[in-house]
């Protein structure tokens, strides 16, 4: 039996936009304790940055009180927050790390 088109009423194509997943901001936050060198060691291992890089973003955290790390999807952004404090406290420092919404 042959197919027989039908004729349909064509739909008006809207253009299903769907925003990308909002960004938090990764932050150190700067405390009297925790050794300048261990903030660097993290900044390498935690956020792929160089030791030059590093060693920057640790002075900008010493004098500015805080600094971003990077800017990361939700999920992304809270995995590096819970592995950096408890590489933070297995190595007894009290660093602090947060997330804000972009």
């Known amino acids: 039996m042959p197919?027989?088109?039908?004729?349909?009423?064509?739909l008006d194509s809207q253009e299903s936009r769907i925003k990308p997943p909002p960004l938090y901001k990764v932050m150190l936050l700067n405390d009297d304790y925790t050794p300048m060198e261990f903030v660097v060691v993290v900044l390498e291992q935690f956020f792929g940055k160089s030791r030059e890089q590093a060693t920057q973003l640790m002075l900008i955290?010493?004098?500015e009180g805080m600094a971003v790390c990077g800017v990361y999807p939700r999920d992304l952004a809270e995995t590096?927050?819970?592995?950096v404090i408890a590489?933070?406290?297995e190595h007894h420092h009290p660093?602090?790390?947060?997330i804000e919404e972009n």
């Open 80 to 83: 590096k927050v819970d592995r």
């Open 95 to 98: 660093l602090q790390c947060v």
């Open 3 to 10: 197919y027989k088109h039908e004729e349909s009423a064509v």
């Open 61 to 63: 955290v010493h004098r």
């Open 87 to 89: 590489f933070a406290r």
